[in-house]
């Protein structure tokens, strides 16, 4: 997830990385109490990026103009991202302009300094400069001055820009960072260097134990939050339920990633065309529990329901911790509830249940599912294919 | 790699529901499990497995073990790791999923400056069919046989040995190596253990989108692995951008550059690189699960040619 | 350098460590504000041990109770030592109290953790039972857990305590300290954690990087700041420059603390009596130069001849950073000035000077300097009997 | 140990004062200084000597060195020495005083791990008079002979090597240990060092109060010494609890209990402790600078009988 801008300058100025003075203006309005003697530039606050040549900064020269501006960038889309908030910022000389990051490298396993000294505006230019330092051992700040001689500095310059990779690691390590970038990083002619943009990607994993990033997130984020269920209110979704909607009319119900994206190829591979998947999470989380993993399932299966086109509904389930019988009887239990609903006048068509399973309990299985019309099929390519045909021809 | 039913095992965190749910299966499994962790617990037992509070007190009574497999909280995984080399144990499985990345780095730095082996995390561990199970595999899809199963994925690992055992090809040995984005193994060192492995023939190895450790094992099985190598690669269809459920299927941090940044490939998240680069080495790509017995089968018979 | 226990616990409560509510009283009238409810306990601010047994803890049930016992624990002196501070506190009803401590371990070069489960008004009883764990490696929880075993702790006790202990930990190190210690650490009949007294020291050496801490000391330190010169204005001493009164008539200046024992043990040896001695410091300072070690001269020497009761000053230095040459001219600089002032009037007798120097450039040395009254001596245990002599005698 | 002409010394913060004013001692003593390091200086020279922003830099252009002498300020140090090891560097000697000691705990554990000798923090290094000099000893004092000294202090270290020197004691190598609170090495590892030293007869060792490392090596010595040594302590007279100037010449911190915490011995931070400390282990103990020649002169007429 990253942060705006705005919000990556604010853990900046905290760590000592030196920014402009700036303001976060959330109404046209608040440029009238602008503390920043003008001229200013006005940035739109919106994840995406390109910003710039999609019109989302603008230079302002006094509160009329500004007001002007700032009206229009909150009407501009950014890849249809609309900004909640601008922020007005002193403008800044730069004689050059850096590229920093710190990011981690999972095939070495360790943080990795970048640096470029062709920042600023053209990617392509950063990335053909790009230099990279990997932080093998615990940092120090040499790892720091490495990347800079690699990035050509000499004189104190290495010392300036070693100064904010240092603080950017430090940033990077004590709030558990996906990526920390400055880009650019502004030097200007008398060497002084300055932060001018700013992005910080918070990692999802570790934000339980960062409540200071946790407040700075929007609180619905995208894929997650509040689903429309079958007929009844929104539910909450829990995190560790990934859902995501497409637009066929097969909805797959799995337990974890791999599988998900397994079950997913072979109904596109059959012919097949998913209105959705949701997979209720793999066996590795620490507080699961049969219970859990129960009420998974049938919030699952609702989420896979919701929509008028989806006619069949696949389940691919395979595990260790949850018998058979009682994933089984989780099913039945949703299944019998959405019986009565679509009895009791509500409109949707009855989705036809597959449930795919293996092993000993299966006969006792299709017993409990028979009765509530649920097909068990034990081979995964024949419940493929048997969905698929449903779904094609039902 | 030795791990047979002798292999005297260790499970930190054994008073959590997973962790006391699945000593139960380890030990039915025939697994010698011979003491848990529990920080507050120390005295009581779970499946008549005796409880302790420190690793070390718990190795005081027990003697030394052989290896770990840890359920504890994931915040908590690093200090249980770290507890674990600190009290001499050289290989830890880590089933729990979620630890932040940081935490593994420091994990990684310090199981490489004591060679210790790390699987995990948020792996299903390890079974060696009919003899003993190291996590929570669904341990009666399995039988055993010659066919090694290394794998990125929990469940469809389950699935691919489902297959492979209905197909008449049992496993020698059954490792995820985790879905987690930093990893304590990787594919190329669990592909040379099981090149080095006396019971097995022939290796089966199921990868996902993400990443680019697939192109990595890819260069590695060109390069140094003897033995037949079937691939198979999930998530040709996934959306793109979107979370599936592993903190490791998709990049971790995108770039203003417009880049993901990798060290290997053009496009390594995507399943059709993958795929190219198993091609490349001449490693033969099943395109579903259940193609993977036919093609395993076929390997084995040009390898006794 | 220790902090005071409000000061020690204001760091707890940063960190996490649970302590009593408590307020700051300034001033006796101070309590006619106290927000805690009564009971309160009254304690002496002081850096002195042994406050309780001396009188500055007092439990008090009412206001008037409250403004009568401050009073009379600000006037209470303890080991001479006044209070500029009480601090007020909730009182807390303990089942058990544990001593737990963070000390750095000279001989082991690593952190040590201490922890006795006879903590309190004891210190026999707490040493006897104490219990260290060295943190060998970077720290993590299971070494406070080893701790909290080694003391006896059991069931849900392992977690809370280990959690303080952790805690301390984390301050010890994010703060560069020397000591934190908890004593008692309040473990009430529910089985919950209350730090009751703290202690941190800080870490001299350290203080440069931790200006927060450098808030909390007071601005003149023992055995430094400012002394009075030779007839003129006080001197700011920087604190490189270590000065001791005794109560002798020989004065000593040197360089390096070795250097300086011996030659102070060899005064005693010879019969002599130090009046004081003053250690210019070391030759590893990183920022010397021969300027700074030549002001540093002069500045001792004023030092060292202050007193009344001083009738001789032996000086021996010893080095490579300052040529001889330097050091001679900076000590003929000072005699010449001090002679001017003997002359226009000053009462004092004038002291009379031995240098003990050996080297290539002695006898330019001896010239320089026996212009000025100075004796130069080539061998040490020479200038210690003639320093001597020349002290009882002269 | 093999320090000699041909040792290759880089120098770290060569540009600071007393970097530059030592590296022309060093230079003009024999000393073979090929590189100094000072960040952002990098191209200049200093006495002759290249200056470059990096250590491996530095390395790159001169090759590998035998040994770094740190001179760059307090804070800076911990730095200087990893960048040093990271490049491969297996000995430090640290000049700078006034390290803050948790730094120092940081480059103990990453100099055992990496098997690096770490001489000081705040010592005058080594020299092996007219062959070479390591640091900021008063070179003109010291003459080549047989007498190893080893000392805690750094000035007094020179008066010492004086009085050996008038009295035609040559030394074979003087080592100051630092003043500082946690140091790099001990006294029982230079005296292990000394002990396997072929110009080395007889080792003289200079204490002072504070600390437990005087009673530590009498230990050392009895156990596993067999060369004589001479001990001599400074201090006796120090008033209790005042700072004299070094950070090891007190004890860090004093518990509540009113103990200061120590492994070894009941009040080990006195002179009186150490020298019985010493005559315990049959050491000949001299009680001024003068008497050490003498002894000296004792014992290796013993020695020779």
């Not at chain 1, 219970?291 to 395979?318: F, H, M, P, T």
Request: overall charge negative.
């Amino acid at each position: 997830m990253d942060l705006l801008e705005y919000q990556a300058k604010e853990l900046f100025r905290e760590m000592g990385i030196p920014v402009l003075p700036s303001q976060r203006i959330d109404h046209p309005k608040d440029l009238k109490g602008l503390k920043i003697p003008y001229p200013v530039v006005l940035k739109s606050q919106v994840r995406a990026g390109g910003r710039g040549r999609a019109g989302g900064i603008k230079f302002v020269a006094n509160t009329i103009d500004a007001v002007a501006a700032a009206q229009n960038i909150f009407h501009l889309p950014i890849n249809t991202e609309y900004p909640e908030v601008l922020l007005a910022e002193a403008k800044y000389d730069t004689d050059r302009e850096f590229y920093l990051a710190v990011v981690l490298d999972r095939a070495a396993r360790r943080p990795l300094l970048l640096g470029s000294s062709q920042g600023g505006t053209s990617p392509e230019l950063a990335m053909e400069q790009m230099q990279q330092v990997v932080v093998d051992e615990g940092f120090s700040p040499f790892y720091a001055r490495r990347l800079t001689q690699k990035m050509g500095c000499t004189g104190p310059l290495i010392e300036a820009v070693s100064d904010i990779v240092e603080k950017m690691y430090l940033l990077f390590v004590e709030k558990d960072l996906d990526l920390v970038e400055i880009n650019p990083l502004g030097i200007s002619p008398g060497g002084k260097v300055m932060a001018l943009d700013g992005k910080v990607t918070v990692n999802d994993e570790a934000l339980g134990r960062h409540s200071s990033l946790l407040q700075l997130l929007p609180k619905t984020q995208p894929d997650e939050g509040l689903v429309a269920g079958s007929g009844s209110p929104m539910m909450a979704v829990p995190p560790e339920l990934k859902f995501v909607e497409l637009d066929g009319n097969i909805g797959l119900l799995c337990n974890g990633a791999g599988l998900t994206m397994a079950t997913l190829d072979l109904v596109y591979a059959a012919g097949g065309k998913p209105a959705n998947f949701v997979n209720i999470g793999g066996e590795c989380r620490w507080d699961l529990t049969p219970e859990l993993l129960c009420d998974r399932i049938k919030l699952g299966l609702a989420l896979v329901s919701q929509k008028k086109n989806v006619k069949v509904v696949l389940v691919n389930l395979l595990g260790g911790l949850c018998s058979c019988t009682q994933a089984v009887e989780a099913i039945a239990h949703y299944q019998k509830q959405s019986q009565r609903e679509t009895a009791t006048g509500n409109p949707q068509t009855q989705i036809k249940v597959i449930v795919r399973l293996y092993g000993s309990e299966i006969d006792q299985a299709r017993e409990i599912l028979q009765a509530v019309e649920v097909t068990v099929v034990e081979n995964l390519d024949e419940a493929i294919s048997l969905s698929v045909s449903l779904a094609t021809n039902g | 790699m030795n791990f047979t039913p002798d292999t005297k095992v260790l499970i930190q965190g054994i008073t959590e529901v997973i962790g006391s749910t699945h000593a139960a299966l380890m030990k039915a499994y025939g697994t010698n499990v011979v003491a848990g962790i529990s920080p507050g617990c120390g005295g009581q037992t779970v499946q008549e497995i005796p409880v302790f509070d420190l690793v070390e007190q718990a190795l005081r009574k027990v003697g030394s073990v052989d290896v770990t497999v840890i359920f504890v909280k994931p915040y908590a995984v690093l200090d249980a790791a770290l507890e674990a080399i600190a009290a001499g144990i050289r290989q830890i499985i880590i089933i729990t999923e979620g630890m932040p990345p940081l935490d593994m780095v420091k994990l990684v730095r310090k199981a490489e400056a004591t060679d210790t082996l790390v699987l995990g995390p948020n792996t299903p561990g390890i079974i060696v069919p009919s003899k003993v199970l190291l996590g929570i595999h669904k341990s009666d899809f399995y039988t055993p046989g010659s066919v090694g199963l290394i794998s990125r994925s929990g469940t469809l690992t389950y699935e691919i040995a489902l297959q492979l055992t209905q197909a008449k090809l049992g496993q020698s040995i059954a490792v995820g190596i985790g879905s987690d984005a930093i990893l304590g193994s990787s594919f190329a060192q669990w592909l040379q253990i099981l090149d080095e492995d006396d019971h097995t023939e022939a290796i089966v190895l199921v990868g996902e989108i993400g990443g680019s450790s697939e192109e990595e094992a890819a260069q590695y099985i060109a390069a140094a692995i003897d033995k037949p190598v079937v691939a198979y690669v999930a998530g040709h269809h996934a959306p793109k951008g979107k979370r599936l459920g592993h903190a490791g299927d998709i990049m971790a941090a995108r770039l203003s550059t417009g880049k993901t940044f990798n060290i290997i490939g053009a496009d390594p998240d995507t399943a059709q690189s993958k795929i190219q680069a198993f091609k490349s080495a001449k490693i033969p790509v099943a395109s579903s699960p259940a193609e993977i017995p036919g093609l395993v089968k076929k390997v084995l018979k040009q390898k006794k040619k």
